[in-house]
């Protein structure tokens, strides 16, 4: 009872999220059975985060550094993160003939992002208690939607356009750097945990901003 409870804390603000995305979308929405696989993709792109970021976890014990802190940050759980999300975005949505407009890119790449969230806000409530729960729906989500939502507008970008690779490369290193500065100043505490949320709210706009652009082309 108390897993499917914390299962299920953290897939309605999921699905909120992923429902508030979804209708930005205002001419040829995607279909909900490919959003969902998308999802889905998202959620078990985890695993493969997992398996990357956990070698690494040992250099976060002691006496750590703020290089370490850096490097972690960037290279480790930004890029390793949004790689993987992309990647799962990659191979579930790219090839979609749902797959149509520039949008559809960006808003696959939310709910890839918030899917990805699910798993991690239930794996956050499991380690740290049902106290982090509204932190994680609120905040943490928004970060994964729209960190992956620029990767997500490159890739709507990359399926148009003659340099296909170079938009998914400039979409990963934008994305991995806005989640890497996200996860260095919360992990470093160099600065409050207010500059990682206005960072999220700046991100988000940015998102926006993409959104509209892409709804005029």
């Excluded at 499991?126 to 928004?142: K, Q, T």
Aim: with cysteine.
């Amino acid at each position: 009872m108390k897993t499917l409870l914390i299962f299920l804390i953290s897939l309605a603000p999921g699905l909120v999220w992923v429902c508030f995305f979804y209708q930005q979308d205002k001419f040829e929405k995607e279909p909900i059975v490919k959003l969902a696989q998308v999802f889905i993709a998202g959620a078990v792109s985890v695993i493969l985060a997992i398996w990357f970021e956990t070698p690494f976890r040992r250099f976060l014990v002691g006496d750590v550094t703020l290089f370490t802190h850096f490097w972690i940050s960037f290279f480790v759980i930004g890029l390793g993160e949004e790689f993987f999300k992309l990647l799962a975005l990659y191979f579930v949505g790219y090839s979609s003939p749902e797959f149509n407009e520039p949008v559809d890119g960006i808003i696959y790449g939310t709910t890839v992002g918030i899917g990805f969230s699910v798993v991690e806000n239930m794996l956050y409530i499991i380690n740290y208690g049902l106290e982090v729960a509204p932190i994680r729906a609120l905040i943490a989500s928004l970060a994964h939607a729209s960190f992956s939502g620029i990767a997500g507008t490159y890739l709507g970008r990359a399926k148009f356009s003659q340099t296909p690779f170079l938009e998914l490369f400039k979409g990963l290193v934008l994305a991995s750097c806005f989640h890497g500065l996200y996860d260095f100043i919360l992990i470093s505490e160099i600065l409050s945990p207010f500059v990682a949320i206005g960072l999220v709210i700046l991100v988000y706009l940015l998102l926006q901003r993409y959104i509209r652009q892409a709804l005029q082309n």
